[in-house]
Every structure is written in C-alpha cells, then in structure tokens.
C-alpha cells in the first residue's frame, strides 16, 4: 500500500479528484482516503503543517497498512541555484530546529537518533525520472531540511546551507522521515521550490500553488506507473 502525503488541500487536491473507489477513513487528527491510482491501491491525505502533524499523521498511515511513503508540495530554496519551480528530491532529510549542542550533540541531532534519514533509493530514482518529464522545470537531489520556523530571509537560508548543505527548507519532511526510518518503511520527499529566502516568499508562495498541484500530479502519477510495472 503506498501513502501519499501533503501538508496542504493544495498539494493533494488534484490527485483526490482522480482517486477511483475513494473511501474516507476517520483517524484521531487525521482523515485518510484510500482508494486506486493508475491501478495502484494507495492511502492519500492531507497531514497538517509542521512536524507534529507530520509525524502523527504518517503514524496513522503506517497503522492502516502504508509499505511505501511519498511526501510531496512545496518548499523553500536554499542552494543559491534553485529557483522558483525547481523540484527537488531528497537524498535525505535533517531536522534544523534541533539543538543539543550543550550536551555535545552535533546541530541537528536527536539523542539517541541518527543525525540524517536517508530516502529509499528506488523511490528516489522513480521520483527523479518522473519529475524529469516536466518541461522547463530543473530537478536536482539533495537534502531537506525541516524544522518549525519558515525560513524567509537570505541569512536563514546560508545557515542551513553552511550548516546542513541543505538544498531546500520546509516543515514536515524530516518527521515523516524520521517516522517512516523506525518503522523499516521506505520513503521519498519531493518539494517544488515556491521561493528563495529573498523576501519575496509571501508573492512568490501564492502564484506558485496552482503549479505545484500540477507538478504534484505528474510526479505522483508517474511514479506509480513506473512502480506498477516494476518487477
């Protein structure tokens, strides 16, 4: 059963309109909706902002039978050559916000946790070749950075550059990942970049959303035409 998750209506909306057989499954903080893509039994729903939600709501996904997790929507750039519309696919993810360092904890690092969740390769290479399909869209891996804090400024984006070698920043992926790593479950994050830390997050975020609803379909639903014929 693969899961599909995005923080906002937005991000899964178009995907919620094609799903065949949809049925609504109430869960403690979170409605799933299972139900067939493309021939594909999967799990779809929105999970909420931040890593709390994140985290709870990939915890249901698990418990209802998810074997595979796809985070997908937006994010902010922080490698200085993404630009808005670029589409990056994690190579793993860190939690930014995280700080132990008076007890010798590198940044980043929960007690008792690795320092990084790496993303399944295979979903990683399926993600990769099917976002590659876009026209005048750059795709690129690289590591996602989460934390609670929506990073808007061009010092908050050299931080997570200098300090992680962050290629984007949001708010979930590093949850779900962390979540999903536990659970021996394979995962793969893939953020649409809708700004660039320059200031101008709230015009650029606003004008994007329709675009990465789009972007979100054609990735997903390449996806699981690729992994559907997989042998």
């Not at 795709?139 to 808007?152: L, T």
């Amino acid at each position: 059963m693969l899961a599909i998750i995005g923080a906002m209506d937005e991000e899964i909306e178009l995907l919620l309109a094609d799903l065949q057989g949809r049925e609504d499954l109430g869960f403690p903080g979170v409605t799933l909706h299972r139900g067939v893509l493309d021939g594909v039994d999967v799990l779809l729903t929105r999970g909420g902002i931040g890593k709390v939600n994140a985290a709870m709501t990939t915890t249901q996904l698990l418990n209802a039978g998810a074997t595979q997790v796809i985070f997908t929507g937006v994010a902010g750039g922080v490698h200085p050559e993404l630009r808005v519309g670029d589409i990056v696919v994690s190579t793993d993810c860190v939690q930014h916000d995280v700080d132990v360092t008076a007890l010798g904890y590198a940044v980043g690092t929960v007690p008792g946790e690795a320092p990084a969740w790496a993303a399944d390769p295979e979903l990683r290479a399926v993600a990769l070749a099917s976002a590659q399909v876009i026209p005048n869209v750059r795709v690129v891996e690289g590591r996602v950075a989460s934390g609670d804090q929506f990073i808007a400024s061009p010092e908050g984006a050299a931080r997570l550059l200098g300090t992680f070698g962050a290629a984007c920043a949001e708010m979930e992926g590093a949850a779900v990942a962390q979540v999903c790593a536990k659970a021996g479950v394979p995962f793969v994050v893939i953020r649409s970049v809708s700004d660039t830390a320059d200031g101008g997050a709230q015009v650029d975020y606003r004008e994007f959303m329709p675009r990465v609803a789009r972007h979100a379909k054609t990735v997903v639903r390449g996806m699981l035409a690729r992994l559907s014929t997989a042998p």
